[in-house]
Each structure stands twice: as structure tokens, then as C-alpha cells.
T-cell receptor, first 112, second 114 residues
Framework: DQQVKQNSPSLSVQEGRISILNCDYTNSMFDYFLWYKKYPAEGPTFLISISSIKDKNEDGRFTVFLNKSAKHLSLHIVPSQPGDSAVYFCAAGGNAGNMLTFGGGTRLMVKP | SAVISQKPSRDICQRGTSLTIQCQVDSQVTMMFWYRQQPGQSLTLIATANQGSEATYESGFVIDKFPISRPNLTFSTLTVSNMSPEDSSIYLC???????????FGQGTRLTVV
């Protein structure tokens, strides 16, 4: 039973345009959600998080939106840059200690 | 943020042998975790490494196969025992204080079992 799902395995975007990565979850007990970026041969790097009591959090080019009624969150990257090309994982936590439940990841490719 | 160092970064091992992966954090942390990322898959939590007590394992993972040590607040090891090719994965150490601030990850250990 996948509690966190990223239904798009890959996304291709032109440099300068907006990248939108989506994530759905099923467990309404999650307290917070996070996005990680992962380059090959490296560990995931924390990008941005959002508490379940908020609907938006912004940090520079990255904005995360949370729609609790739809159990859906998204990460917006504006403008997209070639260096953003990586695999992006959404994760959820707070229902059981500090462990995180990860989605399957979306590979983002930003073309120059 | 915490800096997490993992070693080895990669290894190729013979089936039936064991490999111990080390994880060092540059500051004391309450929570340390071990994850596995199988090829083409997401990250799956193996266990929570508890300081001073036995690790807490997730469903599908057992202590005999993945013994974990956590001797202090900055260090942990994960052993992959009696390896088979199915154990070929990236193993990741993670540490953090509170989840909402983002857990931090080591660079991972890429294990290939032949």
C-alpha cells in the first residue's frame, strides 16, 4: 500500500519555464511534507517542507503547495534551470515518529 | 544542518559475505535512520537506529539480516549479512532532529552483490 505516490516518473521542461512536480498521499495523519532532490551517486538533498496546517511555502525559486482536501501537494520551480535536472522525491512524515515515507520519485529534465 | 559521512561509498561483494556500512554525523542527533533504494525504486526505511537500545525495524526487515549499531549520538553502522544479488541497492543513512525541518542524508553506499 503506497501511502505517497508520484504518478509521473519523468518530466521534461524548457529552461526558464515552470516545472510542476506532483505528489499524492493517502494518510491524512501526516503532519508535514518535504521535497528532496537527488543527483546520481549522491544522497537526497532537502529542498523545502510544508506543515499540514499551511497551504503554501515559498523559498526562492521553489514553492510547495498543499491541498489537504485533495491529499495533494506540488512543487513549483520557477524559473527552471538546467542544474535543476535531478530526481525529485516527495516525502511525508509525522504519523509515526520522525520516519519519512517517500514517493517513487520524478525525474526532471530541464533542457537549455 | 547536519553533515553526514557514509563509507564505503560503493562496494562489490561476493554472495554469502557481509558488509558493514558506517555513518558519521558531525553533530549529535537524536534520530538516525537507514534506508534502502533498490534500482528504479524509491527510498524504503529499513530501521530506526536507537541510541542505547535495539533498532526498530520496519515490516520486511529483520535484525539477523540487517544488524544495526548505534553506540552514541553521532555514529551508526548497518550490516548487510549473508548477501545475495537481491541485496544490490543503494543504502542511505539519514539523521535529523525533527522531521519538519528536513532529515539529512549521507551520500549513500552503492552495493553490488555478485
Amino acid at each position: 500500500d503506497q501511502q505517497v505516490k508520484q504518478n509521473s516518473p519523468s518530466l521534461s521542461v524548457q529552461e526558464g519555464r515552470i516545472s510542476i512536480l506532483n505528489c499524492d498521499y493517502t494518510n491524512s495523519m501526516f503532519d508535514y511534507f518535504l521535497w528532496y532532490k537527488k543527483y546520481p551517486a549522491e544522497g537526497p538533498t532537502f529542498l523545502i517542507s510544508i506543515s499540514s496546517i499551511k497551504d503554501k511555502n515559498e523559498d526562492g525559486r521553489f514553492t510547495v503547495f498543499l491541498n489537504k482536501s485533495a491529499k495533494h501537494l506540488s512543487l513549483h520551480i520557477v524559473p527552471s534551470q538546467p542544474g535543476d535536472s535531478a530526481v525529485y522525491f516527495c516525502a511525508a512524515g509525522g504519523n509515526a515518529g520522525n520516519m519519512l515515507t517517500f514517493g517513487g520519485g520524478t525525474r526532471l529534465m530541464v533542457k537549455p | 544542518s547536519a553533515v553526514i559521512s557514509q563509507k564505503p561509498s560503493r562496494d562489490i561483494c561476493q554472495r554469502g559475505t557481509s558488509l558493514t556500512i558506517q555513518c558519521q554525523v558531525d553533530s549529535q542527533v537524536t534520530m538516525m535512520f537507514w534506508y534502502r533504494q533498490q534500482p528504479g525504486q524509491s527510498l524504503t526505511l529499513i530501521a530506526t537506529a536507537n541510541q542505547g537500545s535495539e533498532a526498530t525495524y520496519e515490516s520486511g526487515f529483520v535484525i539477523d539480516k540487517f544488524p544495526i549499531s548505534r553506540p552514541n549520538l553521532t555514529f551508526s553502522t548497518l550490516t548487510v549479512s549473508n548477501m545475495s544479488p537481491e541485496d544490490s541497492s543503494i543504502y542511505l543513512c539519514s539523521a535529523g532532529e525533527t522531521g519538519a525541518n528536513g532529515a539529512f542524508f549521507g551520500q549513500g553506499t552503492r552495493l553490488t552483490v555478485v
